[in-house]
């Protein structure tokens, strides 16, 4: 029994230990980036002009903070966000549902899915300012495209993996089709939905940043066209960091999430 737990032990101290080492490593590659970078910069190996550079960027992200201009464009592009991933993971459960409670309907339906989720939404977006306008809801739109088809395809093959034994026992039961979903088919996909989701608000994000490089005068993906067109490079990078940083939070958030509803099972 001791020396069980002595291995427990043993195996639990090599496992924090890999832990803390892919973490440094992290770290490391993460300041290992930007000290060369930097030190490229100053010593005159790329264009700081061009390039920027770590000092720079932040010179500029305090500037744009102590003036307030930046947190405009970060709200909106994080308010827009949110809103098309919210719609998204809605919308993907009310299809995957319907799909699901019809077969003839789905199959109908596959091979138009898998065309428009193959389709660039890049393509729809000069479409969407013209039936929608250069407008918020246009960037929305853009954003709920990019992710939409993918998700529901997803969830809707989750569904039809459920295990046929379970929802016969169900049946057996008494149990009815609304029974089937609400006690087997919905519990069991939730950790599918949340690795879902881990995807979708990626590609929202991605989603909203064309949206706003095509019809906005606000938000990061504003920020780095027009910084793009006017020479501002110090704008575009510190927009594309801060995209970074963002889509790191989010998924961060999600994973949290994940992991809560895991501890619980």
Known sequence: MNRNLS???QYLKQQRRHKKIIIGMRILIFVSFFALWELAADLGWID?????????????????????????????????TLVSFGLVVALTLIVAVLLWLNESVSKT????????????????????????GG?????????????????????????MEISP?????????????????????????????LSIMKVDIGLCLVGVIIGE?????????YLIIYGSQVFK??????????LCLIAMALYWVINLLDKQYLKRL
């Open 7 to 9: 291995r427990q032990e």
């Open 233 to 242: 490079l110090d704008w575009v990078l510190m927009s594309i960091v801060i």
């Open 109 to 132: 339906l596959e091979p138009y899915m898998v065309i428009l989720n193959s389709l660039p939404k890049s393509a729809l977006a000069p479409l969407l300012i013209v039936w929608l």
């Open 48 to 80: 700081d002009f061009i390039f920027s550079s770590p000092s720079r960027i932040l010179t500029c992200f305090l500037s744009m903070i102590s003036d307030g201009s930046l947190f405009a464009h970060l709200v909106i592009t994080l308010l827009e």
């Open 213 to 221: 490089f095509i019809s906005s005068r606000q938000g990061l993906g």
């Open 165 to 193: 034994s379970k929802i016969r026992l169900i049946q057996t039961l008494g149990g009815t089709r609304k029974d089937v979903l609400f006690k087997v088919l919905l519990p069991a996909n939730i950790p599918n939905l």
């Open 135 to 159: 407008n918020y809801k246009t960037i929305i739109v853009t954003g709920i495209s990019v992710a939409i088809f993918g998700s529901i395809m997803s969830l809707y093959t989750n569904f």
